[in-house]
């Protein structure tokens, strides 16, 4: 599986995601600067997390008009799998490839932590290596992962089947207490309507080695190499 990674200034994960992709597939991915006017041909694109341009207007804002991200885009309608992960989220939302948006968390407060995370759906090539309803542990590290849209549309990406993770507690259930952001629903995570575009705020690349964090984030990589390879 070949893929590559775009890098804003302010971007701080891409390394890990990168170590995440080479251990899983043996390819070390390219990285892509966000000047770049073009993306090479790959199975897979990643924009990971950190803060894009200091988040100093919007998270993801600035990062959604850097030249690279018509690529991006001009890839992603004919196909091309596209994963956002954190800030990587935040930019998905901020360029129209995905629904909702991203907003300051409700507790006001920085959140650095694994949190509960249920699987919706284990029929995408992202979540293929998970089963349905499965519980994960994963960190997350975020400011703004208040994942919110109105009511509309969040009655239309249910209907669609575009969650792809809630915000679960200890006990695996969908409350209020296991929701770390206030997030609408507890959504972590949603898909465009084809499938092929994922954002979500949770780092699984901090999530593969049991050293440091566990490895409930292996199983998103291994199932993408083998649904692209």
């Known amino acids: 599986m070949k893929s590559a990674i775009i890098v804003f200034p302010g971007t701080n994960r891409e390394r890990d995601m990168a170590i995440a992709l080479e251990k899983a597939s043996g390819t070390a991915p390219l990285m892509v600067w966000h000047k770049d006017s073009e993306i090479p041909d790959v199975d897979l694109i990643v924009v990971p997390g950190g803060f894009s341009y ?33 800030n990587g989220f935040q930019v998905l939302t901020e360029t129209g490839l995905l629904p909702g948006v991203l907003m300051r968390n409700a507790g006001l407060k920085f959140i650095c932590r694994n949190v509960g995370l249920k699987v919706e759906t284990s029929q995408s090539l992202f979540t293929g290596g998970y089963e349905d309803g499965q519980v994960l542990s994963i960190p997350v590290a975020h400011n703004d992962g208040n994942y919110f849209a109105d009511n509309e549309t969040l009655d239309r990406i249910e209907q669609n089947g575009q969650v792809a993770f809630r915000y679960v507690d200890e006990d695996g259930a969908m409350t209020e207490a296991g929701n770390p952001n206030g997030s609408a629903r507890n959504i972590a995570g949603v898909f465009n309507k084809e499938k092929t575009v ?20 292996r199983g998103l990589f291994d199932g993408l190499v083998r649904a692209l390879s």
Do not use: Q, W
């Open 198 to 217: 994922l954002g979500f705020m949770p780092h699984p690349e901090n999530a593969i080695d049991p050293a440091v964090g566990g490895t409930d984030g």
């Open 54 to 86: 200091g988040d100093y207007l919007r998270a993801g804002a600035m990062a959604a008009h850097s030249p690279v991200l018509r690529s991006l885009k001009e890839k992603a309608s004919k196909g091309t799998p596209v994963m956002g992960v954190c």
